[in-house]
C-alpha cells in the first residue's frame, strides 16, 4: 500500500513540492533542541542546522518566538535558494482553499446539470417502484449534489467530506440554502463511516451520488472507494450516479508528441547533429501523468492510426463483484494509416442516470457527442496522453495491438504488432533525460527552431574564439553539449545538480565524443573558488528548475553579477524584455470567478471565503500553459521593462509603470498575459510568448514549450486602457505587479 501510494504520489508530475510550513513556536523548540542535542543524545554543532542567525532578513528571533503566524519556505529567485516567511496564522487554510480547485468543478455547469438529471432518474425510480429514498454524498465539497438530493425530496441524505476548509463551507452553503436539518454533514472519510442505529448511517443508502473522478478517472483512489461503499455503506438494490464509466484510448503518430517523450537528435548546421544518448535501459518509462487540453491541439500536429477506442468499462455498482485492482486489455485494431505509434490520447466518459441515456464526456472535440462548435470547458477533467513503451510502426490496413493495464490509480499502455503473451507491467521508471524535466521540458529542449537559434549564435561565438573557455548557466539543458559539439574546446557546466540530468549529460557526451570537452561544477566551485579560470563567455538559455513565471530565470543575470567576470566577457542571453498583452479568455477567467448561484443553489459563501483565500495567498501572475487556453487579443503587445544582462543587477528597487490601450472592445478586458524574450545576441531573439504577429481581434498563437504569465481581472469589463505597475525587487529577484483598468 505504501509503495502504490508513493507511486501515485509521484506519477501526478510534482515538479515542486508544497512549500514547508511550521508553527514558529514548535520550530524554535525543535532548533534547541537540536543544537542541545536533546532529540538525539548527541551534540549537535550549532553550525549544521537552521538557527536564528539563519531566518530571513527583517524576521526576528523575538518576533518568531511570539508570533501565532506560520513560517512559510519559499524560494528567493535572487538567489535560487530556499528562504523563510512569516505570514498570517490561516495561511494554511487560505492556500488548502484557494488550491483546492472547486470553483473550475463548480463552473463545468454541463457537469451539474447532467448529475443533477441523473440524480433527478435515480430518485424518480425508486419513488415509482415505492420505495425510500436514502441518499449518500462522497466527497460532498460545498453540499451541491446534497442539496439537489434534498430538493428532489430524498428521505435521508448523509454527505461525507473530510477536507476540513471545505467541511467548514458545506455546513454554511448547506445551512444558507435552507437545507440544514435535511442533510446531515459528517467530516470523515467515506471509509470511516459507520452504518447502524445512532451511527453516521442509521441504515445503508439506496443512491450514491459522489464525484470522486480525475483526468484518470481512477487516480483518485475512484476504484477503491467504490469498492468499499458497495460492499460496507449500500443496499442490495443501489442505484449509483453516475453507475457506468469508460475509458478511451486512440493511437497517433505525432512528431510533437514524440517530443515530449524521449531526447530527439538536433540539427546544429553545417551536417553537424548532436545525438541523444541511448536510453539507459532501453526506454524512456516514466509514471508522470501528461494531462492535456486536448482540443487545443491543432489536429494537423497528429494522425490518427486507431479510431477512439473503449479499453475499459467499469460497472460503479459492482453488481458482478468489486471493480478489479488490477486490470488488462489487448485489443487488436486496424490502422487507419501508417505510420510510427508515437503517443495513446486517453479520455473517458459515464453515463449519470440508470438507464445510460444521459452521458458526461470528457472526449476532445474530434471525438465529442456535442455538435460544434459546443464543447464543455473543464480544466478539472482534462484529457491525457500516454508514450508506448515499444517503438512500433503501423501500417494502414494492418492490425496493431493496443495493451491497456490499469491499477487502483494508474493507467499504462503499449501498442504492438502483437499482444503479449502475459499481464503487461507497471511501467519501471527509467533513468533518463525524461526523468529529470516535466515533458513540456523536454518538448522544449526538443524544439528545434529554438535550438537552431542557439546553434547560430553559438557558432559565431565559437569560430571568434575557438579555444576560449565557455560557462554555461542553466538547468536541464543540453545547451553546452551543443557548443562542444560546435567545437568550443572547453565547456563549464554549471547549476546543474539533477542526478539524472548529471548522468544524461556524461551520457551524451560520450556518445557525441565531447567528453574531453566539458566539466560539471557546482555553483559553489564558481562563488568560492578564488581565482577563476577566464571565462570568454557566459551563455544560458536561461532555464532554471526553481523558476515558475517566465522572469524568475532572472537568476542567470543574477548568477553572473556574483562572479567577478572580465568586461570582455560575451553575455549571451545579453538582454532581457518583457511583455504584456490585454486579452479576452474564453474559459480559463473562470478558475477565479465567483459563481454567484449553481443549479439554483446560492453559492455566496463559498464565493467569498474562496475569494479570500485568493486574495491572502494567491499572486497578482500566475504561470499557464496559453496555448491551452484560448484568448483573443484586445491590444497590441507591449514591452513594459527591459534588462541589459552585461550589467551588474541595481541594488535599488525600480519601478515601471505606464498605461496599454485597448482598441478592440468587442469582448471583456478579463485577462492580461505576460512573457519574457531574451535577446541572445544583437539579431537572435528567443521568446516564450506568441509564435506569430499579435492581431488585435483574433486568437493568439502560443509558443507550446512555454508557461506564460497570467493575470486575472478581478471585475472584467469593456474598458479603453490598461494601467500598469511593476516593481523590480532585486532582493527577491522577482516582480511585483499592480493592473487597473479604465
Known sequence: QAYNCLIHFYKREITTLAPLRFRPQILTSLFRRMISGAET???????????????????????????????????????????????????????????AAFADMLHDSERNKLYYAGLKAAIKKKREAGEPVHVLDIGTGTGLLSMMAASEGADTIVACEEFGPMADCAARVIAENGFGDKIKLVRKRSTELTVGPGKDLEHRANILVTEVFDTELIGEGAI????????????????????????????????????????????????????????????????????????????????????????????????????????????????????SCDAVFMWWDCWTDPDKTILLSCAPSWATHHPPPYLPWRDHWMQAVYYPRSETVATAGQAISLISCHDEYSLWFDVRLSGPTDCLSMPSPSAGVHMAMSRTRLGQVNNQVRNSKYAAVLSKVISSNPDGTILCLSEQSVLALMAAKLGASKVLICCENNNYMRDYIERCARHNNIQDRISVVDMDWLTSTKSLPYISTVIGEPHFTVSVLPWHNLLFWFSISSLNLPASTIISPCRARLFILPVHYFDLWKIRAPLGQVEGFKMNHFDNIIESASNTSDQAVEPHPLWEYPCIALGSPVEVLQFDLTNKVPKNITSYSGEVAITDKSSTLNGVALWMEWSLD?????????????????????????????????????????????????????????????
Request: charge should be negative; charged fraction near 20%; glycine fraction near 6%.
Open 41 to 99: 543524545g548527541n551534540n549537535i554543532e550549532p553550525s549544521n542546522v537552521l538557527t536564528m542567525e539563519k531566518v530571513p532578513e527583517g524576521i526576528a528571533e523575538e518576533e518568531i518566538l511570539n508570533s501565532t503566524g506560520v513560517l512559510v519556505q519559499t524560494i528567493n529567485h535572487a538567489t535560487g535558494k530556499n528562504s523563510w516567511r512569516m505570514m498570517p496564522p490561516d495561511y494554511d487554510y487560505n492556500q488548502e482553499l484557494a488550491r
Open 224 to 339: 477503491g472507494t467504490y469498492n468499499h461503499a458497495n460492499e460496507h455503506l449500500l443496499s442490495e438494490d443501489r442505484l449509483i450516479v453516475p453507475g457506468v464509466a469508460r475509458i478511451y484510448a486512440q493511437v497517433v503518430s505525432s512528431t510533437k508528441c514524440s517530443t515530449w517523450s524521449r531526447p530527439h537528435n538536433i540539427e546544429l548546421g553545417s551536417s553537424q547533429s548532436l545525438s541523444p544518448a541511448p536510453s539507459a535501459e532501453g526506454g524512456y518509462s516514466s509514471l508522470a501523468l501528461h494531462d492535456l487540453q486536448l482540443s487545443q491541439l491543432d489536429q494537423s500536429i497528429f494522425t490518427p492510426i486507431t479510431a477512439p477506442t473503449v479499453v475499459f468499462e467499469m460497472d460503479l455498482s459492482c453488481r458482478n463483484g468489486p471493480l478489479p485492482m488490477f486490470d488488462q486489455s489487448v485489443l487488436s485494431i486496424p490502422a487507419l494509416a501508417s505510420g
Open 682 to 742: 544583437q539579431d537572435t531573439v528567443v521568446s516564450g510568448g506568441p509564435t506569430e504577429d499579435v492581431v488585435v481581434g483574433q486568437r493568439v498563437v502560443w509558443d507550446m514549450d512555454s508557461k506564460q504569465g497570467v493575470h486575472l481581472v478581478k471585475n472584467p469589463s469593456v474598458c479603453s486602457k490598461l494601467s500598469y505597475q511593476i516593481d523590480f525587487i532585486p532582493r527577491e529577484g522577482d516582480l511585483h505587479f499592480k493592473f487597473d483598468i479604465e
